[in-house]
């Protein structure tokens, strides 16, 4: 069966922290990966998608790379708006798979 | 500006069929290319998706529900909905409805905020 993972579960980080969270497949399949910001209450939004494509709106810190089996989203200087989950999402095929989340948290 | 809403029943019983609908604004959820999908987040658990809607009636599940969800699209009212047979506590989550351009390689770029179905005798 076809599984992510992601990488930390959890992160905690002072305000302008660089932070990497890495999401790993565990078959090896294009660009088709997408990341995701959760937040309580709020719509989902689409922050990077073919690896690494910046979604329109989306601020320029959040960054996203990888191809195969190894994916990363970088937010380069964290802000206290960026406190949320974040998932990374496969989409080269049905049915669509999603990692298990990324909780960061300001310090 | 898209938006997606959804609705449903709250709080059903165990072996109920509960309905959600996602009503789309601001676009045709008969435009050619896009794709309409639910996706639901257990309490303190990750995402799953369940399954995808063209607004034609072709429609594609995961392979883990697709014996008890059905997905339905009413171009009339520019709605789709999602029927979950028989459902238990482990059905208990927050249902989002999504959508895509195309059934693979475009991700999910509009979201409802989703509706919470807990599932309780």
């Known amino acids: 069966d076809f599984q992510m993972t992601q990488s930390p579960s959890s992160l905690s980080a002072s305000v302008g922290d660089r932070v990497t969270i890495t999401c790993r497949a565990s078959q090896g399949f294009n660009t088709y990966l997408a990341w995701y910001q959760l937040k309580p209450g709020k719509v989902p939004k689409l922050l990077i998608y073919d690896a690494y494509i910046l979604q329109s709106g989306v601020p320029s810190r959040f960054s996203g790379s990888g191809s195969g089996t190894d994916f990363s989203l970088t937010i380069s200087s964290l802000q206290p708006e960026d406190v949320a989950t974040y998932y990374c999402h496969k989409y080269n095929s049905a049915p669509f798979t999603f990692g298990p989340g990324t909780k960061v948290d300001i310090k | 500006q898209l938006q997606l809403q959804e609705s449903g029943p709250g709080l059903v019983k165990p072996s109920e069929t509960p309905s959600l609908t996602c009503t789309v604004s601001?676009?045709?959820?008969?435009?050619?290319?896009?794709?309409w999908g639910w996706i639901r987040q257990p309490p303190g658990k990750g995402l799953e998706w369940i399954g995808s809607?063209?607004?034609?009636?072709?429609?594609y599940y995961n392979p883990s529900l697709e014996s008890r969800a059905t997905i339905s699209v009413d171009t009339s009212t520019n709605q789709f909905s999602l029927k979950l047979r028989s459902v238990t506590v482990a059905d208990t989550a927050l249902y989002y409805c999504?959508?895509?351009?195309?059934?693979?390689?475009?991700?999910?770029?509009?979201w409802g905020q989703g509706t919470l179905v807990t599932v309780s005798s």
């Open positions: 999504a959508r895509s351009r195309d059934m693979a390689i475009f991700p999910l770029d509009y």
């Open positions: 809607i063209y607004y034609s009636g072709s429609a």
């Open positions: 601001g676009g045709s959820i008969s435009r050619s290319h896009y794709y």
